[in-house]
């Protein structure tokens, strides 16, 4: 199992472009989640998904967007970046709610 | 929300001895907590879980304490080695969110 995999690994963008960060996981799990990471911060939760076709939105959800159109992938979207976007962002997925959380290796993205 | 905070961002130990990483959460509803390891330019990894019928759980070198009268957390890391260097975060859950402490920055010393 490759488990859960993040595309890419680095992006630098402008300010106002728009970009999908990937997210795929082969583990048959029905939970996903996007978490962002800002240095000397936790994670903060933007969306997860409880299984295909549904989604929610988390802590710090302005600015991005998501859908869960298969239970293997969950796409995180920018719709218009911005300096404030800039961060680490890291995919997880797992079983349910309530057990164990299988994180990517995560996405470091820059805003000019 | 759930606030979610560690009472030490940084913690340095000996080689061989133990270490305990604190952690406090505001939300009396969380019912499901983790604490994960995460090394420089990596995902955070899983170490232990304990849900809210729980007060105690072992794992292999952890132990997870949970106290909920006081709304506390700690991870106990026992004969801590050099592999052990690395930020360590808690998290608590209630319903499908998951809200993450601001980390702990564990330093073993040789």
């Known amino acids: 199992n490759a488990g859960v995999t993040q595309t890419p690994k680095f992006q630098v963008l402008k300010t106002g472009q728009s970009m999908t960060l990937q997210c795929a996981q082969d583990?048959?799990?029905?939970?996903m989640s996007w978490y962002r990471q800002d240095p000397g911060m936790g994670l903060r939760l933007i969306h997860y998904?409880?299984?295909?076709?549904?989604?929610d939105q988390g802590e710090v959800p302005n600015g991005y967007n998501v859908s869960r159109s298969t239970t293997e992938d969950f796409p995180l979207r920018l719709l218009s970046a911005a300096p404030s976007q800039t961060s680490v962002y890291f995919c997880a997925s797992s079983t349910s709610s309530y057990n164990e959380q299988f994180f990517g290796p995560g996405t470091r993205l820059t805003v000019l | 929300g759930e606030s979610v905070g560690l009472h030490l961002p940084t913690l340095s130990v000996q080689e061989g001895d133990n270490s305990i990483i604190n952690c406090a959460y505001s939300?009396?509803?969380?019912?499901?907590f983790i604490w994960y390891k995460q090394e420089s330019g990596k995902g955070p990894q899983f170490i232990i879980d304990?849900?809210?019928?729980?007060d105690k759980r072992q794992g292999q070198r952890v132990t997870v304490l949970l106290n909920k009268t006081v709304k506390h957390l700690s991870l106990q890391i026992a004969a801590t080695q050099p592999g052990d260097s690395a930020v360590y975060f808690c998290a608590t859950s209630s319903g499908n969110q998951f809200y993450f402490g601001t980390g702990t920055s564990l330093t073993v010393i040789p």
């Open positions: 583990m048959n799990h029905e939970y």
């Open positions: 998904s409880v299984g295909a076709g549904i989604t």
């Open positions: 304990i849900r809210s019928n729980m």
């Open positions: 939300n009396s509803a969380s019912d499901y």
